[in-house]
């Protein structure tokens, strides 16, 4: 799997399709909404919200096979037919809706603008967070097929709120298994919704007070705001256009090595980097590695299948580089984001991010559905602009990469630059 953004993915020229579905106009059952889910649709309509993936199919594929699969694939997931919009009171609200009908749209790309421009163009409008729905699937035919690999190439966009990383490779997965003729969905129950899940957190019992009391002091050590990236980011008072970089830490050998040196350790991988990256932190700051923490809520075996944003967030806090110290710290942020955040952060009026705000993601795609290399998969973000800095480590069979996204400014650029080099030298340096 290839990480990157729409700016940068990887797309021949050729000729552009969008498969724009219809919604009916009437509103079905009202659903719960999640905080994640909240906090982003209550940024409002916006270009760049969405996120996607894309990946080559069987060259017989044609638009009609990818319609009826992904029309299948709509059918199994609730959070693809709901929509979000504003009731007459004015506050948020989350419907089902009825998918009545959907047409093929040619999207001409042109000699002045790539393929992945047009793309982008499609995604950004479709893929809001009010549009009905707010998903899209497109298509692009080579304009001159590899004799060797003539296969299309479909991108699957949605916004945020309805979708995550694990998301899309269950879409994949199924859409490829269905194209291919090698699974069915006849007669299967659908999959358990997003929207269920949602109802269970809103009635799980209030967090005790121990856990108000953590977060009321992570909060009060920034300021009241959730925790930021450690070094000066220059002047972030306004999103500014993001940088992204897109790093190849450690081959598939070297992470295999530094896996096991973990567990001689009697740790996991993820609290080895940690160890890293505190020290990193300590050597440039002078102070504890801090940072949101985002953590996924499939805890449960029926939600492993299903399409939906099943992400909380936590704070991981790392004051000690001994890794048996972080992989106690990762214990600790696991269980401070077991409990729901909406009463939590009730009192702060939402999530406290301010600028700057310093958030780290670490996922194991070994550990999520699993899709053929073949299918040349790219996990494709949009472009923004922003005010914090967000690093994802990802771990597969190729081995440990980083991407990270900062806002653009000379001290950013400099210090988060410098981070992340001392970051990357720890993790090649801790290979045995």
């Known amino acids: 799997m290839r990480l990157t953004n729409v700016a940068q993915m990887s797309l021949p020229r050729g000729t552009l399709h969008s498969f724009a579905l219809r919604a009916s106009s009437r509103p079905g059952a009202r659903l719960p909404i999640s905080f994640d889910q909240r906090r982003h649709v209550g940024e409002g309509a916006r270009a760049g919200s969405w996120m996607a993936v894309a990946f080559r199919v069987p060259a017989a594929a044609g638009l009609d096979d990818i319609a009826a699969a992904w029309v299948a694939m709509i059918g199994r997931h609730g ?3 709901s929509a979000f919009s504003h009731d007459p009171d004015g506050d948020l609200a989350l419907h089902e809706i009825e998918i009545e009908d959907g047409e093929w749209l040619l999207h001409p790309v042109g000699d002045q603008r790539s393929t992945r421009d047009a793309v982008r163009e499609v995604l950004d409008a479709a893929c809001s967070p009010f549009e009905r729905p707010s998903h899209r699937v497109c298509v692009v035919f080579p304009e001159t097929p590899d004799p060797l690999d003539p296969r299309p190439t479909v991108v699957i966009g949605a916004d945020h709120a309805h979708v995550d990383m694990w998301s899309l490779l269950v879409l994949v997965r199924d859409m490829v298994g269905l194209l291919a003729n090698e699974a069915t969905l006849d007669g299967q129950e659908p999959a358990a919704s997003f929207a ?5 957190l809103e009635r799980m019992p209030p967090a005790p007070g121990e856990v108000h009391r953590r977060w009321n002091d992570i909060l009060a050590a920034e300021g009241g705001a959730m925790p930021s990236f450690p070094l000066p980011l220059g002047d ?4 500014r256009r993001e940088v992204v970089e897109v790093r190849d830490v450690l081959s598939a050998d070297e992470s295999r090595r530094l896996e096991e040196a973990a567990a001689a350790q ?9 160890s890293v990256l505190t020290r990193a932190t300590a050597r440039l700051s002078g102070a504890s590695l801090r940072a949101v923490f985002p953590v996924h809520s499939r805890n449960e075996a029926r939600w492993h299948d299903s399409v939906g ?6 704070v991981i806090q ?9 992989a106690a710290a990762v214990k600790d942020a696991l269980a401070l984001g077991s409990h729901p955040l909406a009463p939590i952060f009730a009192p702060h009026g939402g999530m406290p991010a301010g600028p700057g705000m310093f958030a780290i993601s670490w996922l194991d795609t ?3 559905p699993p899709v053929d290399d073949a299918l040349q998969i790219q996990y494709v973000s949009a472009v923004i602009e922003t005010d914090g800095v967000m690093i994802w480590f990802i771990v597969n069979d190729a081995g440990l990469h980083l991407r990270c996204r900062y806002p653009d400014t000379a001290e950013a650029r400099a210090n988060v630059g410098a981070w992340l080099d001392a970051v990357e030298a720890g993790l090649r340096q801790a290979v045995p």
């Not at 269920?196 to 269970?200: D, F, K, P, T």
């Not at 972030?236 to 999103?239: L, N, R, Y």
């Not at 009697?266 to 940690?274: F, K, N, Q, Y």
């Open 79 to 81: 959070t693809l037919r």
């Open 196 to 200: 269920e899940h949602s109802g269970v």
């Open 236 to 239: 972030v008072s306004a999103p």
């Open 266 to 274: 009697g740790v996991r991988l993820t609290s080895l980097a940690l």
């Open 309 to 314: 944003w099943f992400i909380t967030n936590s």
């Open 318 to 326: 790392c004051a000690d580089t001994d890794p048996v110290a972080c």
């Open 366 to 368: 070994r550990r999520l």
